[in-house]
């Protein structure tokens, strides 16, 4: 079954120091991987996709296929960084992608 | 003002009553969903819709019913049948499927009493 994996609840790192936020999938397709965001008191909200290949807000986040991963990163965390992330998948069905499934979330906490 | 309204913000339901949470987007977006939020469970998949006059069950469907009569709208319905339906609610659309991106309403939380 498809399925998104977050094994962490909550994550508490010290400013500065670098953040990992795991993320792994289970489907034998051709993955789209995303990452979410939800701030105190906003909507939830994109972060990044994979297939951008972009840096946002100094996150990255790599696919690798091959560990069915696709770990969020950033080298110094800010105190601002503080929310819940949620990795995503899209799934494709006969041509029609349409259905987008997360995983649980996990809290980062950024401690000054 | 663009973007994909849910309402109301906070609802309340006796047990056995059916209740239906209203979604609406102008966004002009074919793809909608449902997800039910729990603490520690993450965004669980209700049910989703592609195209007007078509919906498909999600990972939790049941106790739950959709329509999508119209683009704009997909209201979902929690029936007496659902367990467990105190939860916080979110309603999202996007353009279509693939690696587009998503948007959200602000989320509806259920209370049965």
């Known amino acids: 079954a498809q399925r998104v994996t977050q094994p962490e609840k909550l994550l508490s790192v010290f400013k500065g120091a670098p953040v990992e936020l795991k993320c792994n999938y289970s489907?034998?397709?051709?993955?789209?991987l995303f990452w979410y965001v939800q701030y105190s008191r906003q909507r939830l909200q994109l972060l990044l996709r994979?297939?951008s290949r972009e840096s946002i807000k100094g996150f990255t986040a790599d696919l690798n296929k091959g560990e069915t991963s696709f770990h969020l990163k950033k080298p110094f965390a800010q105190e601002e960084d503080s929310a819940m992330y949620y990795c995503?998948?899209?799934?494709?069905?006969?041509?029609?992608?349409?259905?987008?499934?997360f995983g649980t979330g996990t809290l980062l906490a950024v401690q000054p | 003002d663009g973007g994909i309204t849910q309402s109301p913000k906070y609802l309340f339901r006796k047990e056995g009553q059916n209740v239906t949470l209203s979604c609406e987007q102008n966004?002009?977006?074919?793809?909608m969903y449902w997800y039910r939020q729990d603490p520690g469970q993450g965004l669980r998949l209700i049910y989703y819709?592609?195209?007007?006059?078509?919906?498909q069950k999600g990972d939790i469907a049941e106790g739950y019913s959709v329509s999508r009569e119209k683009k704009e709208s997909f209201p979902l319905t929690v029936t007496s049948a659902q367990k467990n339906p105190t939860a916080f609610y979110l309603c999202?659309?996007?353009?279509?499927?693939?690696?587009?991106?998503?948007?959200f309403g602000q989320g509806t939380r259920l209370t049965v009493v």
């Open positions: 994979h297939i």
């Open positions: 995503a998948l899209s799934l494709h069905y006969g041509g029609a992608t349409n259905k987008l499934i």
């Open positions: 999202a659309s996007r353009t279509g499927g693939g690696n587009t991106e998503a948007f």
């Open positions: 489907y034998s397709g051709s993955p789209e």
């Open positions: 966004l002009n977006h074919d793809a």
């Open positions: 819709s592609q195209i007007v006059n078509d919906f």
